[in-house]
């Protein structure tokens, strides 16, 4: 259930940083905003837990 949370938000952070891009004279700070809440979700969602 905190993973689909957590998708929700990355994708509404997404969303806007992708209509911000289209917005703005140099698009790459919106893609960067966009692709980078992406990649810190997957990075968060895959990585092993680690047992003591």
């Known amino acids: ?5 957590w998708f929700f938000i990355t ?3 997404a969303t806007f ?3 911000a891009a289209l917005s703005m004279e ?15 979700f997957m990075w968060k969602t ?3 837990k680690r047992r003591y």
């Open 1 to 5: 259930m905190k993973t689909v949370i």
């Open 11 to 13: 994708c509404i952070i």
């Open 17 to 19: 940083g992708f209509f």
């Open 26 to 40: 140099n698009p790459w700070p919106g893609f960067a905003v966009a692709f980078g809440v992406w990649l810190i």
């Open 46 to 48: 895959t990585k092993p």
